[in-house]
């Protein structure tokens, strides 16, 4: 797990080698983040672009030479003039009012942008003439003005190069699909569809292509907090016979939702378990989400899960971004396999197993040297993976907070005690660490303190 920050808004994409290039928002800045390689280990760059407006709803993508374009409020497209977005940058502001931007580049590498015009809460596209979007005549169209319309959006190209764009109808509440029937979508005579209206339906829209062109799109029931999935069966989602189902209806889940399909065409989608504040996966058993779905929760260190993006390797792993609010970082994730099964922490401690198990002095910053079954030697009360100032501050806060009910540690609890933020020393290193002895003193506070920095993310 890679992670960096701060971030909101976050867009991932993977260049030709595999490795992730993230845009998102920092505060009132653009930053492009770029792995060095497909597992982020090493040669890692972060370019933060300080441009009117905030990169707020960033899209991300890579020209044919693996150059970072970015699609922000605007919509402003950014062009990056090298790799890691460092030098001869450029960026065009092609119209004014522009959220929920989506980006997608043509053959020629000229960029097309689906995005709300929130001035008049219509939904338009932007088709660039050139890859640098300059000259002031670029192709821009007003594809849908039917009420509040545009939020969400989420653009992918036909086979002909022809956009098609899910997103949010706010006036009646529906998922919408335009389909496009030229690369402009000009003439006022494309597609539009309200392929599910029951509820409130379609916010936080997720668009992919299946190999016939027909789209599947993962968004919010925002009636019963539920993750859907469509699957259209034409290019249009018309007919009214689309295949719709809920296949997590657990709890409040289905923000933030990011789709792609697998080499056999079936969905797996990142989204957020508001519930759990956790990061979700689902990986669907067949191409309509109908059976043999597996859902998980990778990362639960922290409220994670917010603004995933989601992208899919050449060998069909998974990888996602994602913000992580209470430290406000983005974390990259990479999945193991398809289904991206939570990472064993078998002490349950909120150090997985193969962190502990690092063994190589130095290691022990990212939680290494420590023993996968003992839950007491990694000590972060505030459970987010980060030993910090928070955690020494709790630890503080339960000075003299004892356990002194003759079983000292251990259930059951005097009141205001917590055996979260007490823990004793058994060396010989500062994170060996052992059970709770029922006392709050400055041991304890020690104890974090040397452990400033031990992180486990």
């Given at each position: 797990m890679y992670e960096r920050g701060p971030g909101g808004s976050v867009s991932l994409t993977l260049d030709g080698s595999g490795s992730p290039v993230v845009a998102y928002n920092d505060d009132a800045d653009l930053v492009v983040a770029r792995c060095g390689n497909p597992g982020c280990g090493s040669g890692n760059s972060r370019s933060l672009m300080s441009s009117p407006g905030s990169g707020a709803e960033t899209s991300v993508a890579v020209d044919t030479a693996g150059r970072p374009v970015v699609a922000f409020n605007g919509p402003r497209i950014l062009r990056c003039g090298n790799l890691s977005c460092t030098s001869g940058n450029s960026v065009e502001l092609l119209d004014s009012g522009?959220?929920?931007?989506?980006?997608?580049?043509?053959?020629?590498?000229?960029?097309?942008?689906?995005?709300?015009?929130?001035?008049?809460?219509?939904?338009k596209l932007l088709h660039c003439n050139d890859p640098l979007?300059?000259?002031?005549?670029?192709?821009?169209?007003?594809?849908?003005?039917?009420?509040?319309?545009?939020?969400?959006?989420?653009l992918r190209l036909g086979g002909a190069g022809y956009p098609v764009v899910s997103y949010y109808d706010a006036t009646n509440q529906d998922l919408k699909v335009l389909h496009c029937n030229d690369a402009d979508c000009a003439g006022g005579d494309e597609s539009i569809t309200s392929p599910d209206?029951?509820?409130?339906?379609?916010?936080?829209?997720?668009?992919?292509?299946?190999?016939?062109?027909?789209?599947?799109?993962s968004y919010l029931d925002g009636t019963n907090f539920d993750l859907m999935v469509m699957?259209?069966?034409?290019?249009?989602?018309?007919g009214g016979d689309e295949s719709i189902v809920s296949p997590?209806?657990?709890?409040?889940?289905?923000?933030?939702?990011?789709?792609?399909?697998?080499?056999?065409?079936?969905?797996?989608?990142?989204?957020y378990d508001e519930t759990n504040a956790d990061l979700k996966i689902l990986a669907c058993g067949d191409a309509n989400c109908a059976s043999g779905n597996v859902t998980s929760s990778p990362d639960?260190?922290?409220?994670?899960?917010?603004?995933?993006?989601?992208?899919?390797?050449?060998?069909?792993?998974?990888?996602?971004?994602?913000?992580?609010?209470?430290?406000?970082n983005v974390r990259?994730?990479?999945?193991?396999?398809?289904?991206?099964?939570a990472v064993p922490d078998t002490d349950s401690d909120g150090c997985p197993d193969v962190k502990e198990q690092q063994s190589t002095?130095?290691?022990?910053?990212?939680?290494?040297?420590?023993?996968?079954?003992?839950?007491?030697?990694?000590?972060?009360p505030s459970g987010d993976g980060l030993n910090r100032v928070d955690d020494i501050l709790l630890i503080v806060q339960a000075y003299f907070n004892d356990d002194d009910d003759g079983n000292p540690g251990l259930p059951p609890y005097e009141p205001g005690y917590d055996p979260g933020t007490d823990r004793t020393l058994i060396g010989p290193n500062a994170w060996n660490l052992g059970p709770p002895n029922g006392l709050h003193r400055v041991d304890d506070i020690l104890n974090s303190v040397k452990q400033y920095f031990h992180d486990c993310s």
């Open positions: 522009g959220r929920y931007t989506s980006l997608k580049l043509d053959a020629t590498d000229g960029p097309v942008v689906a995005y709300l015009d929130s001035v008049n809460n219509d939904l979007c300059d000259g002031g005549d670029e192709s821009i169209e007003v594809v849908d003005s039917t009420g509040m319309v545009g939020s969400w959006t989420s209206t029951a509820g409130d339906v379609g916010a936080f829209t997720s668009l992919a292509l299946d190999g016939t062109g027909n789209p599947v799109v699957h259209c069966n034409d290019a249009d989602c018309s997590d209806p657990g709890g409040q889940v289905g923000q933030w939702t990011s789709i792609v399909l697998d080499g056999a065409g079936r969905p797996i989608v990142a989204y639960t260190l922290g409220d994670v899960g917010e603004f995933a993006s989601i992208a899919i390797t050449p060998s069909g792993l998974p990888v996602v971004a994602y913000s992580e609010r209470v430290q406000e990259v994730l990479f999945c193991a396999s398809p289904s991206c099964p002095p130095g290691t022990e910053l990212a939680g290494g040297r420590r023993s996968p079954k003992n839950p007491n030697d990694y000590f972060n």
